[in-house]
């Protein structure tokens, strides 16, 4: 990119070329930052953009600083102002994702969160879809297993947690699928490497419940309302076992990152006739008006950057 980019770093837009963290940074050393993922949304015809559901990410991050004993030093309100000023800043021409971070910024040795001051890092790039959303993915069952509750808690985004999602994520690849799904150690699903899970049967949604060492996504509950108020589709949220995956009508993924992701074959078994689903399909499409600001009823959840 020609144009100079810039970060936010504790309390001040810098070049990205030269923000930078000391080496000994805690985040750095134990993995003790809580992040979030966030689009923004690039509409060419009229050069305007618009950030999904941005203070729900923010209403996240300040739940998983609890968890991790970290402090707000910006209320939800604050962030969403430095979000907007910051892509303002860096004016984007295309998609973009927004990456807000809180982190432990000691110097110190020793994984404590005590005598351990917060730092706040908010970065942004040109992001389109990286997956293909076209065509259904082919996904496996994990030989790994979700974090559990009481080990590094799904529910806080804590990028030492990432390490899970990247033994998944990788084995899946490596042997040739798209990505994976992951059971928790009881045995139930739980959702993608980085995303949720949905499955349909017999005309309703399936998704797992809140408790199910997952992280509860934005997207998630998005679709869920999305699926109820314009398609009068309801959605169970409970225990999902493995073999239901492979005699579900059809499956997707969602998240920020994966947007809604259809799932056509799941341990190289085809769901339903092995084409992407009608189901999935139609909220796929909704998905793709509402978070593009194109329908006015939730023109709530995006916020203009100008
Ligand atoms: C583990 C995990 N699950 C689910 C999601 C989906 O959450 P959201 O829809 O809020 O992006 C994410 C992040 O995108 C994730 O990292």
Known sequence: MSQQEFVFLEGEYVDAKTASIPVRTHAFLYGTSVFEGIRAYYNAEDDSMFIFRMKEHYERISRSARIMCMEMKYSIEELCDITIELLKKNNYKTDAYIRPTIFKKAQKVGPGLYDNPDGVLIFTCPLGDYIDLTKGLSVCVSSWRRLEDNAIPPRAKVSGGYANAALIVTD??????????????????????AMNLFLVENGKLITTKTTDNILVGVTRNTIIELAKEELGIETIQRDIDRTELYIADEAFYCGTGAQVSPITKIDNRPLGNGEVGPIAKKIQSLYFDVVRGKVEKYRKWCTPVK
């Open 172 to 193: 899946a690849k490596r042997a040739g699928f798209d990505d994976a799904i992951v059971l928790s150690e009881n045995g139930h699903v739980t959702e993608g490497s």
